[in-house]
């Protein structure tokens, strides 16, 4: 299979998943509402002025647990229009679909965080030291939490507990990214030193290549199960 056709096959499915998220609007209103409650909530727990590693937490908090409903909801869509049905049947590589689901998680992340990332900073008055860097370690974030909440939401979504279960399956397995992020995160927003963020950020492309690599070779026996 060429990688044009494979490319295209992505985009189809990318494409698809994007419209009906947009034409709906309720599933998209719903991951933005939790994860700007989510944030507001750890804003107004922490009693004193806020740190840098404190926003750097509620960051991370919002973004795991909205994002793991919006990785979600990919599944459930096509569970409910018997739509995964027609995807095992169709000549299409597993792996195509598990990228643009992948993506789809990955877009919508990023437009969450592209919203709360400022709020963050006008709630608790801390300018980033670097932006740019901010930016960087959101990225890894986003492309491991993708890659783990991808595969893992194709396995919950055959369950009748699935909204127990992906939370249950993912949060562990999310710890190292969680604390690498925040731990990366504290210090583009102004602290320790800038260097100190090197070693994190290597934990934080560890888990992207390993899990992105771990779906891409294994969505094709948890789709025909």
């Known amino acids: 299979m060429s990688e044009a056709w494979q490319v295209w096959q992505v985009w189809q499915i990318l494409a698809k998943d994007l419209r009906i998220e947009f034409r709906s609007k309720a599933g998209l209103a719903a991951v933005f509402v939790l994860g700007l409650l989510v944030l507001l909530i750890f804003q107004f727990a922490v009693p004193e002025k806020p740190t840098p590693e404190s926003a750097a937490a ?11 409903l919006g990785a979600q909801r990919t599944f459930l869509l096509e569970r409910d229009n018997l739509a995964i049905e027609g995807l095992k049947t169709a000549p299409i590589d597993p792996a195509s679909i598990f990228l643009a689901k992948m993506l789809g998680t990955l ?6 965080q592209a919203v709360v990332v400022p709020l963050t900073v006008l709630f608790s008055g801390i300018v980033p030291r670097a932006p740019l ?8 974030g ?7 909440a991808t595969l893992f939401a194709s396995i919950a979504v055959g369950t009748r507990q699935r909204e127990v279960i992906l ?3 993912v949060f562990p397995l999310l710890v190292p990214l969680v604390i690498a992020a925040v731990k990366a995160s504290a210090v583009a927003l102004g602290s320790g030193r800038p260097e100190d963020a090197g070693v994190w950020l290597q934990v934080l492309i560890a888990f992207d290549v390993v899990f992105s690599v771990a779906g891409w070779l294994l969505f094709e026996h948890v789709l025909r199960e």
Not at 142 to 148: E, H, K
Request: one cysteine or more; charged letters at 0%.
């Open 107 to 112: 877009l919508g992340l990023t437009i969450l």
């Open 58 to 68: 509620a960051l991370w908090i919002s973004f795991v647990f909205a994002g793991t």
């Open 167 to 169: 939370p249950l399956l």
């Open 133 to 140: 860097a901010l930016a960087v370690v959101c990225l890894l």
């Open 142 to 148: 986003n492309v491991g939490f993708s890659a783990l």
